[in-house]
């Protein structure tokens, strides 16, 4: 995508005080055929109160804040947790190459019970060793040129089955627009913030013919609204415009955020830069990410607000 070309996803989101609810803020994606070329669409969002009286606890991120209480009490939800499966193969392989060893230095032991017990220990061993090396990983590569991602999403989406189909019908009564589920999630809450991380594959959003959708609502307090708005707050958005190049994902990556009334963005030196959007481009394989290069757009307005 060309630098010219990014400009076209001006207003890509919206965020609206519900009238009828003044403690909710809703979230919306606007303008939604520009994003049918994309393999894929990344939406983070992050909501910091700059007032000591307000917490994490007085925000909610709906539906998602449930949708992890659900899975954390161990209760049914819309969403399961996803898997480690780097840990099982690096199990697998560790165990292989015990079990390679038998073979061709002590063939006739490699079926008895010494050797069962030794690859199934060396699976065992392995799936723990994979959780410090992918940490060691982490580490060394961070603000490197070419890094190893941690697991964004923890997770995903329960699809097809017929009672999801009646609940989207229900939600689109309940917001009074189509609302969109991330296939894939995460929510963080800190003492002071609370993060959404939604991963939309183009399943997700394809052939939606409503312009504008909606994909969360912020909840805040009603007793620490006042405080919330009179002392500001910062509302982060990260969106991520993705497309698969065989094994590679190529992205482009937008950040811009509301700061009290001022709405922009931390440029290459960290300083505020009103109006404007950074852009990073990079290239993923697996959790292996490039970053290619990073430039700050002027005057662009990603995010608006009503």
Known sequence: MHQQDIHNFNHLIRVSKNEAFPHIYDVELAGMGRLEAFDSVECHVVAYPYSRKVEARHIAFRPFEEYVEDIAGQQRSSYARIGEPFRNVFGILLGSAIMLIFACFKPEELFSVESIISVFGAYTIGKEIWGDLENWLIKITDNRKVRFQPRYYLYK??????????????????????????????????????????????????????HTVHI???????????????????????????????????????????????????????????????????????????YQAQFVLPEMCLIERS
């Open 157 to 210: 989406l329960e699809r097809n089955t017929t009672v999801t189909r009646y609940t989207r019908l229900a939600r689109k009564q309940r917001y009074g627009m189509a609302m969109i589920l991330p296939g894939k999630m995460d929510f963080i809450q800190q003492s002071n913030s609370q993060t959404i991380r939604m991963h939309f594959s183009h399943d997700d959003y394809a052939g939606i013919a409503e």
């Open 216 to 290: 969360l609502s912020i909840h805040i307090d009603p007793e620490s609204l006042a405080e919330f708005e009179a002392t500001g707050y910062l509302l982060g958005f990260k969106v991520s415009l993705n497309r698969r190049k065989g094994p590679l994902m190529q992205s482009v990556e937008l950040f811009q955020s509301f700061d009290g009334p001022s709405r922009g963005c931390l440029d290459l030196k960290e300083i505020w830069a009103p109006e404007a959007v950074l852009c990073r481009r990079t290239f993923s394989l697996g959790r292996f990410k490039w």
